[in-house]
């Protein structure tokens, strides 16, 4: 190992075993989730052929393909770093839930290749269900 991974390992770890738990399990899970939606944004500017065919059929002629794409894109960019902020994710982590269910069940034929996106969708999840807002037992019996 290089020193500078070795330092950048020791750092990593450091933090990581300082933070309580739910802090630590909070920050992996928001920052998996949140590469999961920044690369594929980011990369589909230097590379849009190899995203646009996630969009379902019924997509096509609404806009141009890049457009289509770029929105979607500045959309998952939202998402990520909102997430990645750990600022009031219950809204964003739900999205990112639903936005992964839905890709995968739109294309079905790609599910060899979409299989992680419910590894993904998983974190999404346990993110929304940690952060849900709390209701008070009293508002419910009213």
Same mark, same amino acid.
């Given at each position: 190992?290089?020193?500078?991974?070795?330092?950048?390992? /020791?750092?990593?770890?450091?933090?990581?075993?300082?933070?309580?738990?739910?802090?630590?399990?909070?920050?992996?899970?928001?920052?998996?989730?949140?590469?999961?939606?920044?690369?594929?944004?980011?990369?589909?500017?230097?590379?849009?052929?190899?995203?646009?065919?996630?969009?379902?059929?019924?997509?096509?002629?609404?806009?141009?393909?890049?457009?289509?794409?770029?929105?979607?894109?500045?959309?998952?960019?939202?998402?990520?770093?909102?997430?990645?902020?750990?600022?009031?994710?219950?809204?964003?982590?739900?999205?990112?839930?639903?936005?992964?269910?839905?890709?995968?069940?739109?294309?079905?034929?790609?599910?060899?290749?979409?299989?992680?996106?419910?590894?993904?969708?998983?974190?999404?999840?346990?993110?929304?269900?940690?952060?849900?807002?709390?209701? /008070?037992?009293?508002?419910?019996?009213?």
């Amino acid at each position: 190992m290089h020193l500078l991974e070795y330092i950048v390992h /020791k750092i990593g770890v450091y933090f990581l075993c300082r933070m309580n738990t739910h802090r630590a399990v909070s920050l992996l899970l928001r920052t998996g989730v949140a590469f999961a939606f920044l690369f594929p944004a980011l990369n589909a500017f230097f590379d849009p052929y190899s995203w646009i065919g996630y969009f379902p059929s019924f997509f096509e002629g609404i806009l141009s393909d890049t457009v289509l794409l770029h929105l979607f894109g500045i959309l998952e960019i939202i998402i990520g770093l909102w997430i990645l902020s750990g600022r009031r994710i219950f809204i964003p982590s739900l999205l990112a839930t639903l936005l992964l269910g839905v890709i995968v069940l739109f294309n079905l034929g790609d599910f060899q290749v979409l299989f992680r996106d419910l590894s993904i969708m998983t974190m999404a999840l346990a993110l929304t269900l940690l952060n849900r807002p709390h209701i /008070k037992n009293d508002t419910l019996n009213t």
